[in-house]
T-cell receptor, first 116, second 118 residues
Framework: AQKVTQAQTEISVVEKEDVTLDCVYE???????LFWYKQPPSGELVFLIR??????QNEISGRYSWNFQKSTSSFNFTITASQVVDSAVYFC?????????????FGQGTELSVKP | GAGVSQSPSNKVTEKGKDVELRCDPI?????LYWYRQSLGQGLEFLIY????????KSGLPSDRFSAERTGGSVSTLTIQRTQQEDSAVYLC????????????????FGPGTRLTVL
């Protein structure tokens, strides 16, 4: 069965701290895609990254980095030197290749609060 | 507009009434999705359209829910005989299909329609 688990419901950090958001997934498919989305207080989901199951290379984009490890079925997201504007709910999601259209299966989300 | 638009932004209705929610996807995006976000259930997939057809309706919670898409563009989600448990934010997303015709590219989300059933 497909499932995404974000065990951290809420995280609170002080500005400039590094923070890692955990994501663990379950799938029987060998071809799948993993995503991270950000939902700021305004409510609109913003795409951050997509990674396919054949590409385990870690990715860095500015202060954001992602660590994909198939051996542990994890796709963790790290924010370096966090800022107040990073405060949002972050969702990890899975899309399986056998599903027509690639519907997203979301984790429950992690609410990140960055305090000045 | 450049992004996905949804209307209305807020809808308050009485239990038992029917409601229609509208989604206007990004121009050129042939894939369209409806999701629901509620406190108890998180973000749940409802239905997927490719063009005007819906190959995946597996997320529709009951036969009170239906959706259609016309002209490969605008989509309408209809909830009949609304119940209080239907209260949620209904999100629409669109995507451009990949080379194989399947759509695993990033989905772009609209601002949502907040539905409150009294």
């Amino acid at each position: 069965a497909q499932k995404v688990t974000q065990a951290q419901t809420e995280i609170s950090v002080v500005e400039k701290e590094d923070v890692t958001l955990d994501c663990v997934y379950e799938t029987r498919d060998t071809t799948y895609y993993l995503f991270w989305y950000k939902q700021p207080p305004s409510g609109e989901l913003v795409f951050l990254i997509r990674r396919n199951s054949f590409d385990e290379q870690n990715e860095i984009s500015g202060r954001y980095s992602w660590n994909f490890q198939k051996s542990t079925s994890s796709f963790n997201f790290t924010i370096t030197a966090s800022q107040v504007v990073d405060s949002a709910v972050y969702f990890c999601a899975l899309s399986e290749a056998y599903n027509p259209g690639g519907k997203l299966i979301f984790g429950q989300g992690t609410e990140l609060s960055v305090k000045p | 507009g450049a992004g996905v638009s949804q209307s209305p932004s807020n809808k308050v209705t009485e239990k038992g009434k029917d409601v229609e929610l509208r989604c206007d996807p990004i121009s050129g995006h042939t894939a369209l999705y409806w999701y629901r976000q509620s406190l108890g259930q998180g973000l749940e997939f409802l239905i997927y359209f490719q063009g005007n057809s819906a190959p995946d309706k597996s997320g529709l919670p009951s036969d009170r829910f239906s959706a259609e898409r016309t002209g490969g563009s605008v989509s309408t989600l209809t909830i009949q005989r609304t119940q209080q448990e239907d209260s949620a934010v209904y999100l629409c997303a669109s995507s451009f299909p990949g080379r194989s015709g399947q759509s695993y590219n990033e989905q772009f989300f609209g601002p949502g329609t907040r539905l409150t059933v009294l």
